[in-house]
């Protein structure tokens, strides 16, 4: 009676142990679906290339600090700037919020950064404050030699078909005849390129303005194009 006593108290404690570690299990199990997990990924929006931070977890992230090597930074022909996201902590980032940017073209990217790798640590806190911290690469190198194709949509395959109709209406009645537009890769590009430039000026114009509308000193000349308070309209 003493040896079975002994041997029910045995397995009796193992049994417990063992809910124990499956109650551990799930509790763990539940934490990892429930908290955030943010991550980088690289965008292909050719003819240009981006990065893309999105929180793929089932929770808010909190306190988002991206350090890399070397710097993710836009590197577009002529124009270079800091990308906020990746630069400064984000305070919030929502379940399947993401933020997005253009940083440069292949050709700028290996210009800028030869490996076309970029790696380092991305940080956040979940909604009790526990930090959490991982590593990520960016590799552009699978991208060198590659083509791409637009995809339509099937709301532009149908404006396409309303657009078809109307032509075959016209050939029908001797209106006019159908024609078709094109526009090469390097067209594209270099309109993609002015536009670039036009949007750095106009960043370039509003950050001098800032400038100008912090300092009450500042010589009419260079307010001028700003809406620069007056001392009548303080």
Partial sequence: ??????????????????????IELIKKNDD??????????????????????????????HNVVVTSEPKIEMVFQNYRKSIKFLHEPVAYLAPSAH???????????????????????ISFENDDGKKFEHEFVLDFTPYTD????????????????????????????????PHVLTEDFDTYQ???RKWIEETRKMDAANDKCDEVRGNAQAPLEESKGCNVPTPTDK
């Fill in 146 to 177: 590659t083509v791409h194709k637009d995809e339509k949509t099937i709301h532009h395959v149908a404006e396409q078909l309303k657009e078809l109709k109307q032509e075959v209406h016209y050939l029908a009645t001797g209106f006019h005849k």
């Fill in 99 to 121: 933020f997005e940017t253009d940083i440069g073209s292949f050709r700028d990217i290996e210009r800028e950064n030869p490996p076309k790798i970029y790696s380092g640590t």
């Fill in 190 to 192: 270099e309109k993609e």
């Fill in 1 to 22: 009676m003493v040896l079975l006593t002994a041997a029910l108290v045995y397995y009796a404690y193992k049994s417990a142990r063992a809910a124990v570690r499956n």
């Fill in 32 to 61: 990892r679906r429930t908290l955030p997990y943010v991550v980088l990924e690289v965008v292909n929006d050719m003819p240009f290339y981006g990065v893309r931070m999105v929180n793929l977890g089932a929770t808010a992230a």
